[in-house]
């Protein structure tokens, strides 16, 4: 029923950049703070190094009480529509 779709990287980085832009447009812009959590979990999912609390801090240059305070912290969710409505016709469906 689904065909394999190809993409160049160009595409799918066009892709990405629209769905940035569209969340940004509904909970705001990075902060710095997410930002390093980001970071911190490009750390631990890459750095085959990194196998404690405090090999990330200082892998980060932050205390491990930086560390906990990163991966605990409530954030807000972003709710998607389970049935979202169907784009117009030659739009991706998000804003730009």
Known sequence: MHAP???????????VGDIERW???RVG?????AR???RLA???ITDSTITTVPDLAQALGVST????R???KVRR????????????SGSSGMDS
């Open 70 to 72: 990163l991966t605990t």
């Open 77 to 88: 969710p972003v709710a998607l529509r389970d049935d979202p409505p169907p784009a117009p």
């Open 65 to 68: 009480r930086t560390v906990n």
């Open 36 to 38: 390093q959590a980001n």
């Open 5 to 15: 779709v190809r993409m160049s990287a160009d595409d799918l980085a066009s892709i």
């Open 42 to 44: 490009e750390l631990a």
């Open 23 to 25: 969340l940004a447009q």
């Open 29 to 33: 812009p990075l902060t710095e703070e």
